[in-house]
């Protein structure tokens, strides 16, 4: 969704500079309002032209389980007046990247057949940061069609040590 991501880019930024002084708070704050976004009847409803943009607020702020700062409830208000609500989850990856590379981290996604311990976790990431030359947030998702190892998503790289990988590419030499 390039359409979106154009978008997004301004609001991102213009929080970004506005919140710099606490950019983690606004970073709970924004990564809440983008998941509560994302759901498909509140969408609906903030399209309805019978609704306010004050009933559509209304309604967001009373399901954030987080407080909004003043800063906060100005940009909510904001990004809906301009009819922006669609928009929130990509707000939230571009202001997310931002903050990553004022702090020099990147996202790293760990794709796992099974779930991997907190200790186990934390030996991973310090095998990956000297991997990939940099901090990294490191999260944890299940993919049980990798069968076995890990598939690492940092940015546009990707690190595939999965049996799945590996079948794949017994098949290709098999075949050729």
């Not at 922006?84 to 057949?113: C, H, M, Q, T, W």
């Not at 991997?116 to 991973?124: G, Q, R, S």
């Not at 990294?136 to 076995?148: F, Q, R």
């Amino acid at each position: 969704m390039a359409e979106l991501a154009t978008i997004a880019r301004p609001y991102a930024e213009a929080l970004f500079k506005s919140a710099n002084a606490d950019l983690n708070a606004a970073a709970v704050w924004l990564d809440e309002l983008a998941v509560i976004a994302q759901n498909g009847q509140l969408q609906q409803f903030a399209s309805n032209p019978k609704v306010s943009s004050a009933q559509v607020y209304d309604l967001i702020a009373g399901l954030m389980k987080v407080a909004l700062s003043e800063q906060g409830k100005n940009f909510l208000r904001t990004v809906i007046d301009n009819g922006r609500l669609e928009a929130l989850p990509e707000i939230a990856v571009a202001f997310r990247a931002l903050k990553n590379a004022k702090n020099g981290l990147s996202d790293a996604v760990v794709y796992s057949a099974f779930p991997i311990d907190a200790a186990a976790l934390t030996e991973v990431a310090a095998t990956l940061e000297k991997r990939f030359g940099r901090k990294l947030n490191v999260s944890v998702a299940l993919d049980a069609e990798l069968i076995g190892g890990i598939r690492v998503v940092v940015g546009d790289e990707v690190l595939d040590t999965s049996v799945k990988a590996r079948l794949e590419q017994m098949k290709v030499a098999l075949t050729a």
